[in-house]
Nanobody
Framework: VQLQASGGGLVQPGGSLTLSCAAS????????MGWYRQTPGMQREPVAL???????DIANSVKGRFTISRDTAKNRIYLQMESLRPEDTAVYYC????????????????WGPGTQVTVSS
């Protein structure tokens, strides 16, 4: 199983970016998916999560500016980021809870390698 994120880059304050993440490989089902971010010296923090039913949980720091969406058929999620601020600068990681086969009882958390988002003038 692999998660691959794309869409990061350099943007000016007030600008927009959309991140995309796709799960690939052999697996049975995906449960929750989401985005975390991390800056040097800080713990990784949740940004936005979306369940298999489409329920969303957005961090207060980005509420009203970031939107998470999901394409279940394509095993893909998106993070639409607007009104970006310098403090949004971080490496953004995609994560997914995946069950490898119908015969296992546990969900395993998988992480993508991260994509850099830099907000600077």
């Amino acid at each position: 199983v692999q998660l691959q994120a794309s869409g990061g880059g350099l943007v000016q304050p007030g600008g927009s970016l959309t991140l995309s993440c796709a799960a690939s490989g052999s697996f049975f089902r995906i449960n929750d998916m989401g985005w975390y971010r991390q800056t040097p010296g800080m713990q990784r923090e949740p940004v936005a999560l979306i369940t298999s039913l489409g329920n969303r949980d957005i961090a207060n720091s980005v509420k009203g500016r970031f939107t998470i969406s999901r394409d279940t058929a394509k095993n893909r999620i998106y993070l639409q980021m607007e009104s970006l601020r310098p403090e949004d600068t971080a490496v953004y990681y995609c994560t997914a809870q995946i069950k490898i086969s119908p015969w296992v009882t546990v969900w395993t958390d998988y992480w993508g390698p991260g994509t850099q988002v830099t907000v600077s003038s």
